[in-house]
């Protein structure tokens, strides 16, 4: 049977054109999302809702939506969502986990080669015409080969980027919540140890954890003073995961070395004066951003959507408390 559905943004064409055939799909086909009143005048009348990030779902969307039945995000973050309020009204909620796991893996890692070989910067020299001739001394980079690699947040993407550390020969210190076995410390070559140890310790500080209370603001002045002057903060996680203004001070006053960074505390605005400095480079919330993992995360969004409209579990439910009271 035909579903309404709501997709706040546009996905790749042979998926979006079969979720029409099949249903009646409202799709904004726009790079840009929904303005406020016009996703919930959207969603007020739908069964399914494939989301992004960009939506806020809270209690009012929620409220105002009841016939909802799933929500299905399109990313494994869901921090856009008040999945409490979804649990409470009987709506499931699923995410993407794991296909864009190598994706957001390489791009951290990519951040890590760029900030510390300065290659944006050189570009931007080269394209200048500024680049006259090759000197022994000239615009030099830090060395990435050996150097030890921290990683706060070792779930899937945290153990992919210490995984391809193991190439440049970097010993990973890593912080979470549940200690690794010792069978996956081995293999992945990791130490436990605190975030003192780690922040004091690591050249590259990779952050991999959701955005959540106790994440908001984890790395902040006190933090940030702790690393040392030659180091490097690279998040490819969540912006409010760190205090955007007291890293834009430790990057003026070089107290680090650099940031590389594809996610801001209010997104897409910037820290007035980030984008004014060398020591930093900045990316349009891409980690996930290559055809391949998009594609998994748009067929696997559609498959959770599908299933949970069915009545079936979505394969990747986050809240199965709701299971035993959902809408139906
Ligand atoms: C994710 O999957 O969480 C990406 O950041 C897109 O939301």
Known sequence: ??????????????????????????????????????????????EGLLSMITDTVDEEALDRADHLKMIAQFGVGYNNIDVAAATRLGIPVSNTPGVLTDATAELAFALILAISRRLVEGDRMTREGRFRCWAPMLFLGREVTGKTLGVIGM???????????????????????????????KELMAKYVDMKTLLSQSDFISLHVPLTKETRHLIGNKELSLMKPTAYLINASRGPVVDEMALLQALKKKKIGGAGLDVYENEPALTPGLAELDNVILLPHVGSGTLETRYRMASMAVENLIAGLSGKVPPNIVNPDVLSHRRL
Do not use: W
Not at 162 to 172: D, G, K, L, W
């Open 1 to 46: 049977m035909k579903k309404r559905i709501l997709v706040t943004g546009r996905l790749p064409q042979d998926i979006m054109t079969d979720l029409v055939k099949k249903h009646e799909a409202d799709i904004n086909i726009e790079d840009k999302p929904f303005a406020r009143e016009k996703f919930l005048e959207g969603i007020r009348d739908k």
């Open 155 to 185: 779930g899937k993407i945290g153990k992919a980027v210490a995984q391809r550390a193991r190439c440049f020969h970097m010993p990973v210190l890593y912080h979470n919540r549940k200690r690794m076995s010792e069978s996956e410390e």
